[in-house]
């Protein structure tokens, strides 16, 4: 139905928080209840079907050194000059880097050689460190842990790290409410039985959607015009923890480790009613309740772990042999906005009548895709 130039909509965001907040059913939908929204945490809207961002760009934390064949001059605690490094490695230091190599000794980079895949060192055992050997035909990893300068000495030149670009594509959840006109008339002491057909309609589509924020794949197929988003599984598949047996304290606080190492806080733990039950198992007794602060009116669990107070969010869509710690901070989704009057949010759009006013149909559709950053979600897998 057209009215002038706009398509007209009905919006039910409204009628999603009140499902979501009302409806037991709903309440299981972890992803859709407590995902945060993209505009909120990242400040921008989705505005094309494919949606990019740049992840941050950060420095490298160590260096690797590989002693392998014209590795010797490691081995040794007075040579300075050409020491070999490879070129990957030489490319992430900068001159004044101070590294932290193995058995506690300190050195200074004086120069980088990235064509000679060599460096030179200021001297080997840096202040009250002493100078060590490292072994040959072996790799180390090498902390840089500062940067030192001349006093007065001119700038450094320019350190650019290229920001990784990253994108999902937006994906189409919808379906049709359609109901006679005499089931609408004879329905009408109960309410409107077309708003009913509708809201059961929208239920399942967000259903829909939190089954993709687990589970999707981004792809654009351009032959057949289809595009589906990627899920948080599928960004989490290079930060894993395997659990591989029975879930244990160790083994989940491994999990946790692995999530925090990566740079990320640990917002909350999303799984199985069997991944839950197990960790509120180990937890017994400690599993305290707060109101959810992503959800106004909601209750939600925590664990308290290394000073963080963890969500455990129970999902009906998960695997029952893994669990997502995710950060909230990173990991959000949000409707498409592409135009001044349409919005991806939910919304309900009337269709022409049929067969003369005798059948009524509306189609319900939303537009979403989620974005996770800087691998904001650990997944860990093989919890028998």
């Not at 001159?95 to 200021?122: K, S, Y």
């Not at 924020?213 to 197929?221: A, S």
Request: glycine share 8%; charged share 25%; proline share 2%.
């Amino acid at each position: 139905m057209l009215i002038g130039d706009v398509r007209f909509r009905e919006d039910l965001s409204s009628v999603v928080d009140q499902l979501l907040l009302t409806s037991d059913d709903m309440k299981f939908l972890s992803m859709v209840n407590f995902l945060p929204k993209i505009k909120d945490i990242f400040g921008k809207p989705v505005q094309s079907q494919k949606h990019e961002w740049l992840d941050d760009e950060a420095r490298a934390e160590y260096v690797t050194i590989a002693t392998g064949a014209d590795g010797a001059k490691w081995d040794t605690t007075d040579i300075i000059a050409a020491m070999p490094m490879v070129t990957a490695e030489c490319n992430k230091l900068r001159v004044g880097d101070v590294l932290l190599l193995d058995q506690d000794e300190v050195v200074i980079v004086e120069a980088v050689n990235t064509a000679a895949q060599t460096i030179d060192l200021i001297a080997r055992g840096h202040g009250s460190s002493t100078a060590a050997v490292l072994a040959h035909d072996a790799t180390h990893v090498a902390k840089i842990i500062g940067n030192a300068q001349i006093e007065n000495a001119d700038p450094l030149s320019a350190d650019y790290t290229t920001p990784t670009e990253a994108f999902n594509y937006t994906q189409i959840f919808e379906d049709v409410a359609e109901v006679t006109g005499t089931v609408r008339r004879s329905k009408a002491v109960q309410g409107d039985y077309l708003d009913y057909t509708i809201v059961k309609k929208l239920k399942e589509a967000i259903k829909s959607l939190n089954r993709a924020m687990w589970e999707g794949l981004k792809n654009l197929d351009g032959t057949n015009k289809i595009g589906t988003m990627g899920g948080v599984r599928e960004f989490a598949s290079t930060q894993v923890s395997n659990v591989s047996g029975a879930l244990t304290l160790d083994k989940l606080y491994a999990a946790v480790i692995v999530h925090v190492d990566a740079g990320n806080f640990p917002s909350a733990i999303h799984a199985s009613p069997k991944i839950i039950g197990d960790i509120e198992q180990l937890f017994v007794g400690n599993v305290r309740y707060k109101t959810s602060s992503t959800r106004v009116g909601l209750s939600v669990a925590t664990v308290s772990m290394m000073g963080y107070e963890i969500e455990i969010h129970m999902d009906r869509h998960a695997r029952a042999t893994e669990f997502l710690i995710m950060d909230y901070n990173r990991c959000a989704y949000g409707p498409l906005e592409g135009g001044e009057y349409e919005s991806g949010d939910f919304a309900s759009y009337p269709i022409l009548n049929k067969r003369n006013g005798k059948q009524i149909a509306t189609q319900v559709l939303g537009e979403y895709t989620m974005r996770c950053s800087n691998k904001g979600a650990t997944r860990a897998y093989g919890s028998t």
